[in-house]
């Protein structure tokens, strides 16, 4: 139980000792500052470049390239229609019933006797092709090319007459493609046909085909179209457009324009092939681009220095965007707070130990950043012990504690808040009986605690917002954020930072905008 026993003896050690001092300026070194930023890691992430090309264009050079007469035909044929023999045997060499007698020679009689001559006649004819088309399904580019067929047998046994008929094949294409070390597309291509109509006549009874014929001459149309395919393919301008999406990778990006202001900086650093797909009259070309992301805080980074394209290289690992977002609390903040709250306490007034109760006049609250992850806290104030007639004690007393934060919560607290350093006290001092009371230090740790909550909404949306769409030139960089969460506040010189983890998904697109 407290009594003015007490407080008496108190003053009378007080006064024993120092003949005085408790009157004088008091108070403990103040904790060394540091003005340390916060440092952020950097973080690999993975920026998906689709790339479209329209298949028109492709289609439209094929078509320009092949000839739309395939080839002609004006040839003599001596047995457009052959020979018909006939078996005379009335006997045989020995004796055999029914089919058997064909492997049988004649005893009298003739085998296989010609009675009608070969019959010769003029094949006349041309192929002709259609349009040659492209489509898709999945990442197989297929071409179609239809083949039309008119063939004619003339001058057939020497009278002049005309047989004509019509044949049509299609020709079709299973084109798959890479792409080669300098960006530019490879074709492996597949042909097969066949006729829906082969081509040939019927003639005295008799069917003229010329399939063989054209075969030989379609095999050389479909080694021409193959070749073209690969030739048209490799000219698709691929590596201008992977080049001009490279150059927008290396792009440095404002999350935050104040409080704190905070820049995302991209340095890719390579470049992979991640395969194609047909979608409509589009081939998509998926790149990946894997890259460096930086978080700074304070003034604007350098743009970071644009490197050649490099050749495709194999990316492993997670796809994704990650980067920090910042948030700050400004230790000036902090200070009227912990203020209004000692103040506050000292109107309900304030009762010590073994001393009883006193007059406090808070005056200054200071707040920095210290060694050992530390933060400070100085308070200026003036105590007196009520009915005293010894005058009151004047002083600065620094605190130190650690700030500290729960799993992915915005809630920021301290912990082990304690006079700071060590001080050659000679006697008992109010001051420091001031701040070593539980319940003074219960309030000033009350008040130290932050709510980062209303910051890291406020921080999270600009960044969002500035990740969303930016445009330069023909390509357009925007990333979509998919999961947030938080690190462990760290007490910089700049304040009490709350590191914020971002994944999500970024993309580069080519979007052409219409020329003047």
């Excluded at 050749?311 to 990650?322: C, F, Q, S």
Aim: with cysteine; hydrophobic share 40%.
């Amino acid at each position: 139980m407290r009594s003015a026993g007490n407080a008496i003896f108190f003053w009378l050690i007080c006064f024993a000792t120092l003949l005085g001092g408790c009157e004088k300026q008091v108070g403990n070194p103040a904790p060394p500052r540091i003005e340390t930023a916060a440092q952020l890691p950097k973080q690999t992430s993975t920026i998906i470049v689709p790339l479209s090309i329209d298949i028109s264009g492709l289609e439209a050079k094929l078509n320009n390239s092949a000839p739309t007469r395939l080839w002609a035909i004006n040839q003599y044929e001596p047995k457009c229609i052959p020979a018909q023999r006939v078996t005379i045997c009335p006997v045989h060499k020995k004796k055999c019933n029914g089919k058997a007698c064909k492997n049988v020679d004649c005893k009298i009689g003739l085998k296989r006797t010609k009675v009608t001559p070969d019959v010769a006649c003029t094949i006349v004819g041309h192929v002709n092709r259609g349009r040659i088309r492209l489509s898709g399904r999945g990442d197989l580019l297929m071409v179609t090319m239809p083949v039309n067929a008119i063939v004619s047998a003339r001058d057939v046994g020497g009278v002049i007459k005309r047989e004509t008929a019509n044949a049509s094949a299609d020709v079709r294409a299973h084109v798959r493609i890479s792409i080669s070390d300098n960006w530019s597309p490879r074709a492996k291509v597949d042909i097969a046909y066949d006729w829906r109509e082969p081509p040939g006549i019927n003639f005295l009874g008799k069917r003229i085909n010329f399939v063989r014929k054209a075969d030989a001459e379609l095999a050389k149309v479909i080694a021409g179209l193959e070749r073209d395919l690969s030739r048209e393919i490799a000219r698709v301008q691929t590596r201008k457009l992977v080049e001009g999406a490279w150059g927008e990778g290396f792009a440095t990006i404002m999350l935050n324009r104040e409080r704190p202001p905070a820049w995302m900086r991209v340095t890719p650093q390579k470049l992979g092939f991640g395969g194609y797909r047909i979608s409509g009259r589009q081939l998509m070309m998926t790149l990946s681009a894997e890259a460096v992301t930086e978080t700074f805080i304070g003034d604007e980074p350098d743009k970071p220095e644009i490197t050649p394209l490099p050749p495709p290289a194999r990316i492993t690992g997670d796809h994704g965007l990650r980067f920090h977002i910042p948030v700050l609390a400004d230790y000036r903040e902090l200070e009227p707070v912990i203020l209004r709250a000692l103040r506050k306490l000292a109107a309900k007034g304030i009762e010590l130990d073994q001393i009883g109760p006193v007059k406090v006049d808070f005056k200054k609250v200071t707040v920095y950043a210290t060694e050992g992850g530390r933060i400070a806290v100085g308070i200026e104030a003036n105590a007196d012990v009520i009915r005293s007639p010894l005058k009151g004690t004047n002083g600065v007393i620094w605190l130190s504690a650690i700030a500290y934060n729960k799993d992915n919560s915005e809630v920021v607290q301290v912990r082990d808040l304690r006079i700071a350093g060590t001080t050659d006290r000679e006697a008992v001092n109010l001051l420091f009986a001031l701040f070593e009371d539980p319940e003074v230090l219960a309030e000033i740790s009350k008040a130290l605690v932050t709510d980062f909550n209303k910051d890291y909404e406020k921080v999270l949306v600009a960044a969002k917002k500035a990740i969303a769409l930016r445009r330069e030139g023909d390509f357009t960089l925007s990333a979509e954020v998919n999961e947030v969460s938080h690190g462990t506040v760290i007490a910089t010189g700049q304040g009490l930072f709350l590191p914020v983890d971002v994944t999500g998904k970024a993309n580069i697109r080519y979007t052409p905008q219409p020329r003047k």
